[in-house]
């Protein structure tokens, strides 16, 4: 088998980060949907937060070749498949028992719970916080009428995503236990830059 050049990996972990910020905004969208938002204005304002993210995760992870590093594959390939699995079996219940109210919080605890194997793999404890308050926010919309359940549950669990992404972006920028220039090489087979004013390890 061929081995995937080292383009095709940076590629791979930004297109992760920009899948990310793509389920923020539609648990965004949900949630200004049940407070009769218009699509409109809903577009706009996730439109205004997403895209200045989407930047910066492409510029770290193609442009710096600096992206946060998969450590235990195997252990991040069975919780992408489990999610995988159990929204497909979310969506099948909820639409049986033709609740489709309740699918959105059961995303968020399928994604949420999801966040944290990811996290360890990663070694990434944004993603470990990222994950609990997705979470607890989607487990405590659940004793509000409808449609406030929807919409903390949605607006809650988008902002968790989109406060997770800068914070990950901010470590990146000013990097205290990131990988060394070493190990992010021989993960993605690219030469990373060296940030300005800052000596190579």
Same mark, same amino acid.
Do not use: Q
């Given at each position: 088998?061929?081995?995937?050049?080292?383009?095709k990996?940076?590629?791979?972990?930004?297109?992760?980060?920009?899948?990310?910020?793509?389920f923020?905004?539609?648990?965004?969208?949900?949630?200004?949907?049940?407070?009769?938002?218009?699509?409109?204005?809903?577009?706009?304002?996730?439109? +205004? /937060?997403? !895209?200045?993210?989407?930047? *910066?995760?492409?510029?770290?992870? $193609?442009?710096? =070749?600096?992206? #946060?590093i %998969?450590?235990?594959?195997a252990?991040?390939?069975?919780?992408?498949?489990?999610?995988?699995?159990?929204?497909?079996?979310?969506?099948?219940?909820?639409?049986?028992?033709?609740?489709?109210?309740l699918? +959105? /919080?059961? !995303?968020?605890?399928?994604? *949420?719970?999801?966040?944290?194997? $990811?996290?360890? =793999?990663?070694? #990434?404890? %944004?993603?470990?916080?990222t994950?609990?308050?997705?979470?607890?926010?989607?487990?405590?919309?659940?004793?509000?009428?409808?449609?406030?359940?929807?919409?903390?549950?949605?607006?809650?669990?988008?902002?968790?995503?989109?406060?997770?992404?800068?914070?990950?972006?901010?470590?990146?920028?000013?990097?205290t236990?990131?990988?060394?220039?070493?190990?992010?090489?021989?993960?993605?087979?690219?030469?990373?830059?060296?940030?300005?004013?800052?000596?190579?390890?």
């Amino acid at each position: 088998m061929t081995p995937a050049s080292p383009r095709k990996h940076l590629l791979r972990y930004a297109a992760t980060d920009l899948t990310g910020l793509a389920f923020a905004a539609i648990w965004a969208s949900r949630g200004l949907s049940a407070l009769s938002v218009s699509p409109s204005y809903s577009l706009a304002a996730i439109g +205004i /937060i997403s !895209a200045p993210l989407a930047w *910066g995760f492409l510029t770290r992870d $193609l442009a710096l =070749a600096r992206p #946060e590093i %998969v450590i235990d594959h195997a252990l991040a390939k069975r919780a992408r498949r489990a999610r995988t699995i159990l929204l497909f079996l979310a969506g099948t219940i909820t639409g049986m028992l033709h609740r489709p109210d309740l699918m +959105i /919080i059961a !995303a968020g605890m399928i994604i *949420g719970g999801s966040y944290l194997p $990811l996290g360890r =793999a990663m070694n #990434e404890p %944004v993603h470990l916080a990222t994950g609990m308050a997705i979470m607890i926010i989607t487990l405590g919309s659940l004793p509000l009428p409808p449609p406030y359940h929807l919409a903390v549950a949605g607006l809650g669990t988008a902002l968790s995503c989109w406060l997770g992404a800068v914070m990950r972006l901010l470590r990146s920028t000013y990097p205290t236990d990131l990988p060394d220039r070493t190990s992010l090489e021989e993960s993605t087979g690219v030469e990373t830059l060296t940030a300005p004013g800052r000596a190579a390890p």
